[in-house]
């Protein structure tokens, strides 16, 4: 999907790591709500709340994920899934375009 | 106003200076169009097609307008006018949140 349609777009910007990630979120008409931003290159640890479908639709980033000992590397377009109250890395290489989705359960 | 309510959202991000400058594309029932975005710390130099109101929703940053050779400075909030195609120059000293409004006349 190329764009989403009849949503909610919160106007002010979230920010992180002084702007080097950054993003709008969009809350949908079923009550569901996804973030899209952008993430520097840089290296990242998140923490989630509910569980996140992280779609990259376009970079070059590895992931650690939690529990994982292996890095996972996603070049242009991929998407992984973290569960609710986790921390996950990032190591970001160029500049990454990502749609988040928030899962609650 | 501190969200849109049924707008089109176009999910890929415009990225302007290797992602120093990020934005969304946002696409009103009426026809109209906005862009949301952030501009991180530099010296940039924009060219308009359409007139843009620039609406600064938190920042700091100098702005040569087209023709003038004072720069204004915003802190905070703040808004400013360029015509169509013209060029603006800024200088941004810390992440800009911004949404800006293309006007076809």
Redesign the interface.
């Known amino acids: 999907?190329?764009?989403?349609?009849?949503?909610?777009?919160?106007?002010?910007?979230n920010?992180y790591f002084?702007?080097?990630v950054?993003s709008?979120t969009?809350?949908f008409a079923d009550g569901t709500k996804k973030t899209?931003g952008?993430m520097?290159p840089g290296d990242y640890e998140f923490g989630t709340d509910a569980k996140e479908i992280m779609e990259i639709?376009?970079g070059d980033l590895k992931v650690l994920l939690p529990g994982e000992s292996e890095w996972t590397h996603i070049q242009g377009k991929g998407e992984f899934t973290v569960p609710g109250n986790a921390k996950f890395k990032l190591q970001v290489a160029v500049?990454t375009?990502y749609?988040c989705s928030y899962i609650t359960e």
């Open positions: 999907m190329s764009q989403f349609e009849s949503v909610t777009l919160v106007k002010q910007a920010v002084d702007g080097k950054t709008r969009v809350l899209l952008i520097l639709l376009a500049v375009d749609c």
